[in-house]
């Protein structure tokens, strides 16, 4: 079955303990992106990849960390977590890019730092 | 003034009418549209996307287009009660980035 996969589902930590939720998909697609969803402001996107070894910030990439070592897997890093990034996550992957193709999205992650 | 704006609602309409979603975005270069629909506690799901001028047609769905008065809206015909969910409006601009809107909560009331 094709899909995008995020784990954990739910994750509550402490601030400062370094986390990493991770994300693979099994579609072969180029892009991947990581949103978050906090009620009011609707997804925002936090970084994408458009490739291998190639990432680039979204709108809110203060406190994050990507990688894009393989194709499959784009791992979303908090190196300190704060509270104000208690939120709900999603990664998504796209065949040629977000603006042109269909976006398919992981189950999500609810995030909450305290 | 936020590049892709909606009506948080909730919209509510009896079941059997037309429910229309509207949005509006701010990027006059924006080139592809798209709609998804997200059930609560779950993930997006594209519904719709749209390119051109005009009205697009999937079952009961359509999405209308109109690039001079800046808006693209999203029709649904015969509602039904698992059509109750929150409807994300997504604009590409000219970054090539998507933008979402904050979404729409549809209530369908059998």
């Known amino acids: 079955e094709a899909q995008v996969t995020q784990n954990p589902r739910y994750l509550i930590t402490v601030t400062g303990k370094k986390l990493t939720v991770t994300c693979s998909q099994n579609?072969?697609?180029?892009?991947m992106s990581w949103y978050r969803q906090d009620p009011g402001l609707g997804l925002r996107q936090i970084y994408y990849?458009?490739?291998?070894?190639?990432?680039d910030k979204g709108d809110v990439p203060e406190g994050y960390k990507v990688s894009r070592k393989e194709k499959r897997n784009f791992p979303l890093i908090l190196e300190s977590p704060s509270p104000n990034q208690t939120s709900l996550y999603f990664c998504?992957?796209?065949?040629?890019?977000?603006?042109?193709?269909?976006?398919?999205f992981g189950q999500g992650t609810r995030l909450t730092v305290v | 003034q936020k590049e892709v704006e909606q009506n948080s609602g909730p919209l509510s309409v009896p079941e059997g009418a037309i429910a229309s979603l509207n949005c509006t975005y701010s990027?006059?270069?924006?080139?592809?549209f798209f709609w998804y629909r997200q059930y609560s506690g779950k993930s997006p799901e594209l519904i719709m996307f749209?390119?051109?001028?005009g009205d697009k047609e999937d079952g009961r769905f359509t999405a209308q287009l109109n690039k001079a008065s800046q808006y693209v809206s999203l029709l649904i015909r015969d509602s039904q009660p698992s059509d109750s969910a929150t409807y994300l409006c997504?604009?590409?601009?000219?970054?090539?980035?998507?933008?979402f809107g904050q979404g729409t909560t549809l209530q369908v009331k059998p």
């Open positions: 998504a992957s796209s065949l040629l890019g977000f603006s042109n193709t269909e976006a398919f």
């Open positions: 579609m072969n697609h180029e892009y």
């Open positions: 749209i390119y051109s001028n």
């Open positions: 997504a604009v590409s601009g000219n970054t090539g980035k998507l933008i």
């Open positions: 990027d006059r270069g924006s080139q592809s």
């Open positions: 990849s458009m490739n291998v070894e190639v990432t």
